[in-house]
């Protein structure tokens, strides 16, 4: 699945490299929270074409420092509201547990993050005077890898308690500024 979401992505690259210099390009950046912001933090999206925006999202998870590279399709760019198809590949899964070894008394914390793919739709709502601000809300959901579903499988099986339960679809909300095209107001 990473192979098939690199080519992809490596097409998608070189196909929007060929006409980026003929469009009105834009470089979104802001803060928000889900997958595509690596949890609580920022997100840059390119968008060498209205369609097609490549993005990058650090920040930190329930574990620490996370973050998530992808791509996304703009359905109707030249709406306020815009339908958009996410996918991405980084962290997407997180299992923190306390486990305590028999005939000891102490307690272990294990807290470990677990990468994959992800899928999403959702919409941009485009707003200020040239429409170059937008707040995004997405619908995700993360195809996560066989370590992770192992180690959820065994802890369920001994009946350990996870601190969070892992969520079969996840939603990503953030706000965000295109600074190539931002014009502060004249007075």
Partial sequence: MAKVFFYITLYMLTVTGLYAQHKKQSFFLGPGFGLDHGGTGLKAEYQPLKFIGLFL?????????????????????????????????????????????????????????????????????????????KASLNI????????????????????EPMQIKPRSVLVAVGWSVDLFNFRPKTR
Wanted: glycine share 14%.
């Fill in 57 to 133: 999202g650090g920040g930190f998870d329930w574990v620490g420092v996370s973050g998530n590279i992808g791509a996304i399709y703009n359905v109707l760019p030249d709406k306020k509201v815009s339908p958009v198809v996410t996918a991405m590949a980084g962290v997407n899964g997180v299992i923190i547990t306390d486990y305590s070894v028999p005939g000891d008394r102490a307690i272990w914390a294990s807290k470990t993050q677990y990468g994959g793919v992800t899928l999403g739709v959702g919409a941009d709502l485009k707003f200020g005077r040239q429409r170059n601000q």
């Fill in 140 to 159: 995700l959901v993360p195809i996560r890898n066989e370590d992770f579903r192992n180690k959820t499988r065994a802890l369920q099986a001994r009946r």
